[in-house]
């Protein structure tokens, strides 16, 4: 009967040092935080509006300053005066 308490100490006494360590392994073996969002590959309607609105505000802005409005770059590093 003896050590049937003496087995049944250690075994009680290795759960509760046991219990704290087997928090943290179980801690760690979470599933891994979901990956970032990634940006949409098409646009929405309200990037399309933006754009629209970019343009428009461009556009009006050379016309007060005289520029003529230039659509794309025929040579892209040929210097034009």
Same mark, same amino acid.
């Given at each position: 009967m003896r050590s049937f308490r003496a087995i049944s100490k250690r075994v009680v006494l290795g759960l509760l040092v046991a219990t704290p360590f087997a928090g943290?392994?179980?801690?760690?073996?979470?599933? @891994? /935080?979901?990956?970032?969002?990634? @940006? /949409?590959t098409s646009a929405n309607p309200q990037m399309i509006d933006e754009a629209i609105r970019r343009s428009q505000a461009r556009t009006a802005k050379e016309r007060g300053q005289g520029i003529p409005e230039q659509f794309?770059?025929?040579?892209?590093?040929?210097k034009t005066n």
């Open positions: 943290s392994v179980l801690g760690q073996m979470t599933l @891994p /935080p979901p990956a970032p969002k990634k @940006p /949409p794309g770059s025929e040579e892209p590093f040929t």
